[in-house]
């Protein structure tokens, strides 16, 4: 069974910093994109950062130069270091990943709060 786990998510104060993790386990074979995306309350889920396993990373304009995404393909593990949080990126942050068959697999989510 393919998992993917969150870690990371929690309750930080406008300008401040987190970072989240996420470990795929199970019989995913070989990770090409991995990445993060997130949901706010009332919002579609939207694309936040992505990375493939050569280091080419893909971000939103609003979150560009304040999050940096990043991967250890030996542990098939991503990160997600933010930055300079604000109010409008509280939401539910869900890993991300595809395998080079285009399969794809999401995590339960984790929490991000970014008070004002």
């Known amino acids: 069974q393919v998992q993917l786990v969150e870690s990371g998510g929690g309750l930080v104060q406008a300008g401040g910093s987190l970072r989240l993790s996420c470990a795929a386990s199970g019989n995913i074979g070989s990770i090409d994109n991995m990445g993060w995306y997130r949901q706010a309350p009332g919002k579609q889920r939207e694309l936040v950062a992505t990375i493939t396993s050569g280091g080419e990373t893909n971000y939103a304009d609003s979150v560009k130069g304040r999050f940096t995404v990043s991967r250890d393909n030996v542990k098939d593990t991503v990160y997600l270091k933010m930055n300079s949080l604000k109010a409008e990126d509280t939401a539910v942050y869900y890993c991300?990943?595809?395998?080079?068959?285009?399969?794809?697999?999401w995590g339960r989510g984790t929490q991000v709060t970014v008070s004002s």
């Open positions: 991300y990943a595809r395998n080079i068959r285009w399969n794809d697999y």
